[in-house]
């Protein structure tokens, strides 16, 4: 496949060996097939641990908010709760420190209030709320980011959410 984003991977394990070329998500898909079929126990154990898939969040984060060039987030839907909207918002900061746009995952209160259009004690309530029940955690004075619990119950309320919301 010609062009800069163009990736390719050889694999050899055990007397078998793979290649793969193109684009990196088909690549990764690639790699991941191979693997699931050379290694039945990675199959198992991937059913097991959680691992989200980037580029399909980032796909149904776009229908609820927006990433500029400088990798602001803005939230497109400000009628939804503090809790939703921060939830998402949080997320996406942790998407964009995983793929190298944002240098941290954390925002502080100011942030979410400014990002999500919520008052200051609507914010402090909803993160007192979202820390109890595992959704968020505190990682500073008035910092906070999304734990693994908190991006499962994200994507699952992207995955049934109708569009639009």
Sequence with gaps: ???DDSVKVTIEWRGMRHEAEGDVDE???EVLKF???ACPTYELASRLLFAPDYVQLMDSLSKFLNITQDGEVVLLKSYMPADQSMGLVLLCAHILSKIGK???DEMSIEELKKLTGKSEKTVRNALTQMTKDGTVERTGRGSYRITNLGMMRMMEMLESSP???
């Design 163 to 165: 569009e639009g919301m």
């Design 102 to 104: 944002r240098d941290y």
């Design 1 to 3: 496949m010609e062009g």
């Design 35 to 37: 693997l699931q079929r």
């Design 27 to 29: 690549v990764v898909r």
